[in-house]
Every structure is written in structure tokens, then in C-alpha cells.
């Protein structure tokens, strides 16, 4: 009998499974940095990704061969419209894991997001008692993004949460009852130089076999009557097929987050600091209006896609320095 092995994937292939399509185009958060202030401060954002430019600046990363020379990297566009504050989530906290405690929802909303909201949802914030913050574990604001407003055809918002951290509860709180209502710029939530997190959902690749999908050796031609398959599913007995095996199917379109993107460049096209729009505006978006950043390295997904934007999670530096560009290339 021959043998019975196949080629292991090598990509390190295991560590997000199932690799099936997503069910939705709004990529989830589920973890919030926890940052030390006094001062409450929103930790998310979110835009969407427009296209790609070439960033010229000095490299400021200290203790690396090219520290202070001129490096050109790439740089992802993603234009930040202002988004919209609509709604208040406080979470509480028992043995079970963490439970709505109340929503509260701003007045006079436009009617493209009061139309996303139940009838009964829509109720004046209260006064809260000191017995209501001791419930109170997290308070997170309720954003609306609208994809209308940078020039593209879909009407219908994303409503998403982002977590509000720094201080205690009841300033947290008071924080957010002063935003409902108001649309918040991307240049209060960060500033050029620091980091962010994006999450989006990947460009899809449609069906794959398990040579392209996870990489695994093609077989010599002589082995067998095919050649881009695994050599073997498993064992005859326990007649078995593991999880672990590679198989075909979905590649692309999955939830994905990357860390620590520094932003190089926000800014606003009304000041032309950057004239960052290609002749004929961007592939497949067109042009650039409004606010936007440009971060350093690749974003997840194709262009128009929602993306994200999170406090840096990790390795948050103790001081931010100001990137030095000296050209955007379009």
C-alpha cells in the first residue's frame, strides 16, 4: 500500500477556523482598551476605504537601520465622514456575564436611522441615582455611519457600538448624554501619529481548493491521478476525517482585525495640505470629499467596504510623535 500522509498546511492555517463566509459586512469588536484618565474619551470610530497611495516621509522609528533616512511606504485612504452620535448602552454586571441594563436613544434623529429603531426604544434619558451607577459596569455610545453621506448609493446607516473608557461611570454617562444628537469628527477621537486598530470584513475569494486555500504541497505528477488534492483525508479506521485536515471551500470574506496602523496623515480636502485624488478619482470609489486619514501599511477589504477604527489595544506607546511626511504620491 502506498502511503497514507498528506502535506500540512504551511501558513499557519489553524488559527481562525471555521473559514466560512461572513454573515454580515459590519465587523464585530469584542474587546475595548480599558485607558488611564480621568477625562471619559470615545475609542471608536468608523469610515470607509477608498483607495491606496505611496506615503514619502522620514522613518522615525528609533534603534532600526533606516531611523531619520527618507522611506516610502504604502498608505491606505479611508475617508472618516463625521459620525453621528444616536443612542446611549449601559451594561451591567452579575454572575452570568454582562446584561443590557438600559438604552436611551436622542430625539429628532434623521429618519433614515429612527426608521432602524423599535417604537418602544425611543425614550428620554432619566436621571439616574447613585443605586443606578452602582449597576452600571460599561457605558457605551451608539454611532451611526451613513455611506450616503461620502457619495455612495447605500442609504441605510450602520449603528454600531464603541466603548467609552477614562473616569467613572457617572462621568462616563454625562458624557455621552452631552454627544446624543451631535455628529462627532474623527480629529476628537485621534490624531495623526497615533495608533488604531481596523476591523473589516476581507475581500471575498469565492471557492478555493485546499492548494491555494491553505497552502498545502501539490503531489507529484506520478503519485497519483491528481495532483492539487490532499494525498490522504485520514485513517481507514477510525474511518474519520479531523478537523485539522485541509479541505475546499470559502476563501475570503472574513472578519478580520489588525493591530497598531498608524495614521500619517489626517486631514480634510477642503484644506488641500495633500491632494491625495488620483485623475479620475479612486478605482471603483471615485473621489475623495471631506475628512479622511491615510494609514500606514494595508487595511482589510476592498474599497467602500465599512472599516472600523479602535484605540490601540496593544503596546500603546507612552508619547506619540508626529509623522514627518514629506509627499503623498497618488
Not at 26 to 49: H, M, N, Q, T, V
Request: hydrophobic fraction near 35%; charged fraction near 25%.
Amino acid at each position: 500500500m502506498g502511503h497514507r500522509r498528506h502535506s500540512a498546511p504551511r501558513r499557519g492555517s489553524l488559527a481562525y477556523l471555521p473559514r466560512g463566509r461572513a454573515k454580515s459586512m459590519e465587523a464585530r469588536i469584542r474587546a475595548w482598551p480599558k485607558i488611564d484618565s480621568d477625562e471619559p474619551k470615545l475609542l471608536g470610530y468608523a469610515g470607509f476605504k477608498a483607495g491606496c497611495v505611496q506615503l514619502v516621509s522620514i522613518d522615525d522609528r528609533e534603534k532600526t537601520p533606516n531611523h531619520g533616512k527618507q522611506l516610502v511606504s504604502l498608505g491606505t485612504v479611508i475617508v472618516t465622514p463625521p459620525n453621528l452620535i444616536v443612542g446611549m448602552r449601559c451594561y451591567s454586571n452579575d454572575a452570568n456575564g454582562k446584561h443590557v441594563y438600559s438604552d436611551f436613544y436622542a430625539n429628532n434623529l434623521p429618519k433614515n436611522v429612527s426608521s432602524l429603531i423599535k417604537s418602544n426604544d425611543k425614550q428620554n434619558v432619566p436621571e439616574f441615582l447613585e443605586k443606578d451607577f452602582k449597576k452600571i459596569e460599561d457605558v457605551y455610545a451608539l454611532i451611526a455611519v451613513t455611506p450616503k453621506n461620502i457619495g455612495l448609493e447605500q442609504k441605510k446607516p450602520y449603528v454600531f457600538e464603541a466603548s467609552v473608557s477614562g473616569g467613572d461611570v457617572k462621568k462616563q454617562f454625562e458624557f455621552v448624554k452631552d454627544l446624543l444628537g451631535k455628529e462627532v469628527k474623527i480629529d476628537q477621537i485621534f490624531e495623526a501619529g497615533s495608533a488604531v486598530d481596523t476591523a473589516a470584513i476581507t475581500k471575498g475569494k469565492g471557492w478555493e481548493g485546499p492548494i491555494t486555500r491553505w497552502g498545502v504541497k501539490r503531489k507529484q505528477h506520478k503519485s497519483r491521478k491528481s495532483v492539487r488534492e490532499v494525498g490522504s483525508l485520514g485513517p481507514i479506521s477510525p474511518q474519520y476525517v479531523m478537523y485539522t485536515v485541509p479541505r475546499a471551500g470559502q476563501r475570503g470574506l472574513h472578519q478580520r482585525i489588525e493591530y497598531n496602523k498608524k495614521i500619517m496623515v489626517m486631514d480634510n480636502t477642503e484644506n488641500i495640505k495633500y491632494d491625495i485624488n488620483p485623475k479620475g478619482g479612486f478605482k471603483h470609489f471615485g473621489n475623495v470629499n471631506g475628512d479622511f486619514i491615510i494609514l500606514r501599511g494595508s487595511v482589510p477589504g476592498t474599497y467602500k467596504r465599512l472599516i472600523k477604527l479602535r484605540t490601540q489595544i496593544r503596546n500603546a506607546p507612552a508619547k506619540i510623535t508626529k509623522p514627518n511626511i514629506l509627499e503623498v504620491v497618488v
